[in-house]
């Protein structure tokens, strides 16, 4: 069974920084991409970062670029997301979502979630 | 390109519902579309992935397809059942980013 468990989330000042990781099971991690995927409080999806398996290829959304970084250890199965410059629009639930085999952007399993909140 | 979705739709018990996904440029055709629910509270789990394959466990109620004449793509649930109510987002991609339309939520009556 494909479990992702995110965690590292909390309560952060403007211009901090935090670093979220999704802890993976039930499948050939470094055979696959993975994805960060968030949610404002009330708001839709909004796709942030992917990685591929090997972790030699990244891509950002254009709202993130330059301050967050999306690595991986294949030899922990889990993935991270270090968030620097953090600004109150970053708030949102994170999410990590496996990615369809072969595919850099669609999804089939996601975590549950864990909470940034970027506030004074 | 964005995704447009209505903001919400809604049936009885039974009854079927589409929800339809635009795309604003571009064919729909060049990217394969997703289809992901989200209950209350929440994560989001798949429903459909690349256009119209359902992962193992949802059942065949959920359907997709695309409409190149209308460039969009649609997500229909029969048999509506009152688990069913939730917000439904389509997603596709481009070379470099993945987009998500805004959300419909369903619900059932």
């Known amino acids: 069974e494909v479990q992702l468990l995110e965690s590292g989330g909390g309560l952060v000042q403007p211009g901090g920084s935090l670093r979220v990781s999704c802890a993976a099971s039930?499948?050939?991690?470094?055979?696959?991409?993975m994805s960060w995927v968030r949610q404002a409080p009330g708001k839709g999806l909004e796709w942030v970062s992917v990685i591929s398996g090997s972790g030699g290829s990244t891509y950002y959304a254009d709202s993130v670029k330059g301050r967050f970084t999306i690595s991986r250890d294949n030899s922990k199965d889990t993935l991270y997301l270090q968030m620097n410059s953090l600004r109150a629009e970053d708030t949102a639930v994170y999410y990590c979502?496996?990615?369809?085999?072969?595919?850099?952007?669609?999804?089939?399993?996601w975590g549950q979630g864990t909470l940034v909140t970027v506030s004074s | 390109f964005m995704l447009t979705q209505p903001h919400s739709v809604s049936a009885s018990p039974g009854k079927t519902v589409t929800i339809s996904c635009t795309r604003s440029s571009g064919s729909i055709a060049s990217n394969y579309v997703q289809w992901y629910q989200q209950r209350p509270g929440s994560s989001p789990t798949t429903v459909i992935y690349e256009d119209n394959q359902r992962p193992s466990g949802v059942p065949d109620r959920f359907s997709g397809s695309i409409d190149s004449s209308s460039n969009s793509a649609s997500l229909t649930i029969s048999g509506l059942k009152t688990e069913d109510e939730a917000d439904y987002y389509c997603q596709s991609y481009d070379s470099s980013n993945a987009i998500f339309g805004g959300g419909t939520k369903v619900t059932v009556l």
């Open positions: 039930g499948f050939t991690f470094h055979s696959y991409a």
């Open positions: 979502a496996k990615t369809v085999r072969g595919s850099l952007y669609y999804f089939d399993y």
